[in-house]
């Protein structure tokens, strides 16, 4: 059972490519809303033109972010990682820790 619980935490996190694809196109739709709401503001400023302007600035940022840690445990997977980065780390040894859990309830 300690070997099973050792291969679990020591293998790399992996992202289905579907997922990074969603990811890719919501970034595009998010940004586009982003255009939107500047163009929607340049013609007028009312309450629902700027929480569009935010809602997409937002969350293009936290889509850059997914797809920042993604990239960021590909190359560390790989072994080319140029820099740490420790809110990453703390969030991948978070996930490997319910990965864990997850496959030790089953």
């Known amino acids: 059972m300690n070997t099973e619980h050792s291969e679990v935490k020591s293998r790399p ?3 289905k490519f579907q997922v990074k694809v969603l ?4 970034s595009v739709i998010s940004l586009s809303w982003f ?3 500047m ?4 013609q007028s400023v009312s309450p629902g033109h700027i929480a569009l302007l935010v809602a997409s600035v937002l969350s293009t940022f936290l889509l850059l972010w997914v797809q920042a840690f993604w990239i960021y445990l590909e190359e ?3 072994g080319t990682l140029k820099k740490k980065v420790a809110h990453f780390d703390k969030m991948e040894d978070w996930l490997k820790a319910k990965a864990v859990d997850k496959d030790t309830n089953v």
């Open 13 to 15: 996190l992996k992202v």
């Open 23 to 26: 990811a890719l196109v919501l």
């Open 35 to 37: 255009f939107e709401g």
């Open 39 to 42: 163009r929607q503001i340049k």
């Open 76 to 78: 560390k997977s790989k």
